[in-house]
């Protein structure tokens, strides 16, 4: 009988995740269908025939051989895990990736300083209006205190006029009428 871990693909988490199912040697794994094995947590659809297929060709590699009088200690298999250096297919993909972020940054940095521009501006733009409308303002009140004092300085001169007329034609009303009053 071969152990599960003899089975190419299974290692000590996939054999306990087995054994736990019941299939505890290679050939009670060569035996079952796909559908069983998916009842095991980590087997898919697509890996349960594999797994089939390398229990069949584990179990038929190893007959079952008379015991040697002196076996020495059975060795683990190691089960080969991906490299974890990136392959140039990898590198290249992650370098394109790494280059579009950043990109991506910026423009996102070139859009948010064309915004804050933008927005400096037009902030610049509505203070020089207010200070132009200040300015009119200022201007227009002066004009409108100019004309006020010089429709006040006329109206003066028009009531000291006025007054100038009034006693000058009571003096000859005066003379007039003491000259009336001497001829009687």
């Not at 299939?23 to 659809?45: C, M, Q, S, W």
């Not at 890996?47 to 060795?75: C, G, M, N, V």
């Not at 006020?148 to 300085?153: F, M, W």
């Amino acid at each position: 009988m071969t152990a599960v871990t003899e089975v190419r693909g299974v290692g000590p988490a996939l054999a306990q995740a087995l054994s736990a199912n019941g299939f505890k040697t290679a050939e009670d794994l060569a035996k079952a269908k796909p559908e069983d094995l998916l009842k095991v947590p980590r087997i898919g659809a697509s890996r349960a025939p594999i797994l089939i297929a390398a229990a069949k060709q584990a179990a038929a590699s190893k007959p079952a051989a008379k015991a040697p009088a002196r076996r020495a200690p059975a060795r683990k298999t190691t089960t080969r895990k991906p490299s974890t250096r990136p392959t140039a297919a990898r590198s290249t993909a992650a370098a394109k990736k790494a280059e579009s972020e950043r990109k991506a940054a910026e423009e996102r940095a070139a859009a948010e300083l064309a915004a804050a521009e933008a927005k400096a501006k037009k902030k610049a733009k509505a203070k020089a209006k207010a200070e132009k409308a200040a300015k009119k303002k200022s201007e227009m009140e002066a004009a409108f205190k100019k004309a006020k004092e010089k429709v006040k300085k006329k109206s003066k001169k028009d009531k000291k006029s006025k007054k100038d007329e009034k006693k000058k034609s009571d003096k000859k009303s005066d003379k007039k009428s003491g000259k009336k009053k001497a001829k009687k």
